[in-house]
């Protein structure tokens, strides 16, 4: 097959070209030679793509780790080109984070000494976990029922469904306590019974309608700025991408020793403090006024959010 040739019109949109033009003027699409089918030049258009993004990305996060606010002051003053849309950088951060949670937790998970071990029989109410417990209220009559191997506990859901499996092995067992067993036989075949993991899984869904509360907080706290919802919005996308960029950094410095996460706090509350002056460009008083005003508001919305994020979780064990 002939590659295709010069043409007067554009082969992404159909549109007409002028003759000597190199790009349309609808879409933006390079004219398409036969120069331009080549392996030569599919390598170099992906390395140039590649190093162009490259460069945005880290004169991104330069100022987002080094500069608090600048990111904000910047995007709002109309200079985009130079810097990851906010929205992109948020949604980057937070995929990398999650992503190098999960691969790392999975690697705490697997420990080769346990792999032959035999799994303990559940005849208490409590599950074991990865480190800890989690107690359910289960009587340990109701859980000697269900005390069977794992590949007879699946076969025996297979057949009649969890539902019915329950409620023929323990008649005599109250609604919340067929709904407790429940939730330990999907610990059992579905390994879902961490709370962690539940955790997991729920937080990244909930940290996105945590967003507009955050910038709602701070509409409400600078509201004599009488600011445009938007500019809030975005200084709540940098801040949180600060906030799990950080978190990704502690996923990596994971084996650090326990002093690693208080002093993830200071920075956090520290670099909030000069996002919040160098964006609103308020004085050092009224800034640590509004400051405190909106950690206030921020632990009740965070206490707020983390019963919510229990309670699905839970749900979802």
């Known amino acids: 097959m002939e590659p295709p040739v010069r043409t007067e019109r554009c082969l992404n949109c159909l549109s007409p070209m002028p003759e000597g033009a190199n790009y349309c003027s609808y879409c933006g699409q390079k004219r398409i030679g036969p120069h331009d089918h080549s392996v030569w030049h599919l390598t170099v258009?992906?390395?140039g793509d590649f190093?162009?993004?490259d460069s945005r990305f880290f004169s991104t996060i330069r100022p987002l780790m080094f500069s608090p606010g600048l990111?904000?002051?910047?995007?709002?003053?109309?200079?985009?080109?130079?810097?990851?849309?906010?929205?992109?950088?948020?949604?980057?951060?937070?995929?990398?984070?999650?992503l190098?949670?999960?691969?790392?937790?999975?690697?705490?998970?697997?420990?080769?000494?346990?792999?032959?071990?035999?799994?303990?029989?559940?005849?208490?109410?409590?599950?074991?976990?990865?480190?800890?417990?989690?107690?359910?209220a289960l009587d340990k009559a109701y859980a000697k029922g269900i005390n069977i191997s794992d590949d007879s506990l699946r076969k025996l859901v297979r057949k009649y469904g969890l539902s019915r499996f329950v409620s023929i092995r323990f008649p005599q067992a109250?609604?919340?306590?067929?709904?407790?067993?429940?939730?330990?036989?999907?610990?059992?075949?579905?390994?879902?019974?961490?709370?962690?993991?539940?955790?997991?899984?729920?937080?990244?869904?909930?940290?996105?309608?945590?967003i507009p509360f955050f910038a709602f907080l701070l509409k409400l706290v600078y509201r004599k700025k009488r600011l445009?919802?938007?500019?809030?919005?975005?200084?709540?996308?940098?801040?949180?991408?600060?906030?799990?960029?950080?978190?990704?950094?502690?996923?990596?410095?994971?084996?650090?020793?326990?002093?690693?996460?208080?002093?993830?706090?200071?920075?956090?509350?520290?670099?909030?403090?000069?996002?919040?002056?160098?964006?609103?460009?308020?004085?050092n008083w009224a800034t640590l006024l509004n400051y405190s005003l909106f950690l206030i508001g921020s632990l009740?919305?965070?206490?707020?959010?983390?019963?919510?994020?229990g309670a699905i979780s839970f749900m979802m064990i």
């Open 174 to 210: 109250s609604a919340y306590q067929k709904y407790i067993i429940k939730k330990v036989i999907k610990n059992r075949l579905e390994g879902l019974g961490n709370m962690d993991d539940a955790m997991g899984k729920t937080l990244p869904k909930m940290v996105f309608v945590f």
């Open 45 to 47: 258009e992906a390395v």
């Open 100 to 136: 190098s949670s999960g691969i790392i937790d999975s690697r705490k998970k697997v420990k080769p000494d346990s792999l032959d071990q035999p799994k303990p029989a559940l005849d208490t109410a409590t599950v074991p976990v990865r480190q800890g417990t989690y107690k359910l």
């Open 51 to 53: 190093f162009h993004l």
């Open 228 to 283: 445009p919802y938007f500019d809030h919005v975005v200084f709540s996308l940098h801040f949180l991408s600060f906030f799990f960029l950080l978190f990704w950094i502690k996923e990596l410095l994971s084996h650090l020793s326990w002093w690693f996460n208080p002093l993830m706090v200071v920075i956090l509350l520290v670099y909030l403090f000069f996002a919040l002056r160098r964006v609103y460009g308020l004085k």
């Open 71 to 98: 990111l904000t002051t910047e995007y709002l003053a109309g200079r985009h080109a130079r810097y990851f849309n906010p929205i992109k950088m948020f949604l980057f951060l937070s995929f990398l984070y999650f």
């Open 300 to 309: 009740f919305a965070l206490l707020v959010f983390i019963v919510i994020t």
